[in-house]
């Protein structure tokens, strides 16, 4: 494909979208601030140079992207919205307005594929680089930071072995329908009845039973997926079709309650993790871990999350200290001074450990750093909205770059969030200014009996 161009022009028959909308709004002036000749720069050089159909304006996906996880939107519910909202296209950088979507559905899909962790972080240094040149946030807000790890849970169902065996004959039977390969017994009326069996059997907790039936449902599993390997023997093409479904309906066939090791949770995300929180009303959640900054202060803007990371492998905390603090230094270009996190940091791998404080820890704390220790809870309620109000709480995107690209989308969307209540709050106090001002100032009625006033006569009473 070519490069992104964005042809956009105005229409002689269609008013301007400046001429309908008021550009006083927070999200018009967000849009002011924000520097989108660096978001294209970093979007741009995903697309090799070649013939085809040139790709969509980087400022329209950047502006679409921004703007579903600044709302918490999915990709048809943005889409919708995006053709009712003129402030939504004038984000994108629309022109005119438009009454059909210039683009598919699909496309926000391939440009997260195409772009990837590393260039979708761009949205995230953007919005910190907004924060600090509006005076929402200070280079020592930088400084000084808090760091804490969460949950990212995916979107599959609560795995159990007879859920996850019945779906395993399904999905083989189905491959097996498509392809043309002719099974000796289907097994789906007896294995859907199994799988009821089951969960009926454990409610009324007759395990011995439930036991039997779960028992029935890998006897067959075993027998789809010998028949399936004598079936294709010799065929190479249909080796590589069935070949990753054998291997996990194998494990899912063979895995144990309590066994060691990696386990299968979900046959449609088998890159998911089970991990244990020690929440009392959700013992384990299944997803990956994220790595949450903040800063330790109190920014005028709000507490900005300064980087979030997917962690895969269920890594200890204090292990994933040394790789985030350098990758938070390169994304901020500030070198940080003071690192706070919680008793999980315990034997951190941090270089120089003399910049990190424990919660709880008694010796090197000042009155100031004190100070900052009473403050590390403040990245809790943060964690709390990136889950409820950013798409953090459950993740819909594929695969491990889904989950990395969704922590970095999500951290970006509430950092928006926060400053477009920061533009508001100015846009406020503004007026509320320049109401009083105009109160405070003696109006002579006879000076505007025959004319209006005009901007310089309300210039000189403000000044007077």
Partial sequence: MSQPRDDRQDDLFHPLLEEIINLRHPLVRLAG?????????????????????PPLPTRLVAGLLILKHMHNLSDEALCDRWVENPYFQYFCGEVVFQHELPFDRSSLTRWRQRLGEEHIAALL?????????????????????????????????????????????EKLVELAKREGVKLRQSYLRLAKRAAIMVGRYTH???????????KFLRTRLGRIIRDIRRKIEGNTALEVRFGPLLDLALRVRHQEQRQRGPKVYSLHAPE??????????????FGCK???????????????????????????????????????EKLTGVTVRRIHGDKGYRGHNYPNR???????QVRRVTKAIRREMRRRAA???????????????????????GDRINAVLAAAGYNFSLLLRWFEELLRVLSLILWHALLAAPLHLTQCRKTFFTADKLRSWTIR
């Fill in 125 to 169: 240094q953007e919005s910190l680089s907004v924060a600090h040149r509006t005076g929402a946030i200070d280079t020592k807000d930088l400084e000084r930071v808090a760091i804490d790890t969460t949950v990212q849970e995916k979107a599959i169902a609560h795995p159990t072995d007879a859920r996850l065996t019945h779906r395993a004959i």
């Fill in 354 to 360: 003399f910049k990190v404080w424990i919660s709880g």
């Fill in 33 to 53: 601030e924000i520097d989108w000749d660096f978001l294209a720069g970093r979007f741009s050089s995903v697309c090799r140079v070649g013939g085809g159909q």
């Fill in 379 to 401: 990245i809790e309620p943060v964690i709390g909205h990136l889950k409820e109000d950013h798409r953090m709480g459950r993740n819909y995107l594929t695969g491990r770059d």
């Fill in 204 to 214: 009324a907790h007759q395990f011995k039973r439930a036991r039997r039936e779960l």
């Fill in 290 to 328: 994220v790595s949450i900054a903040t800063p330790v202060t109190a920014p005028k803007g709000g507490q900005f999350v300064l980087h979030a990371k997917a962690l895969h492998g269920n890594p200890y905390d204090g292990h994933t200290l040394g790789p985030v603090i350098a990758d938070l």
């Fill in 272 to 285: 998911v993790e089970c991990i244990g929180r020690g929440k009392a009303r959700a013992p384990y959640e």
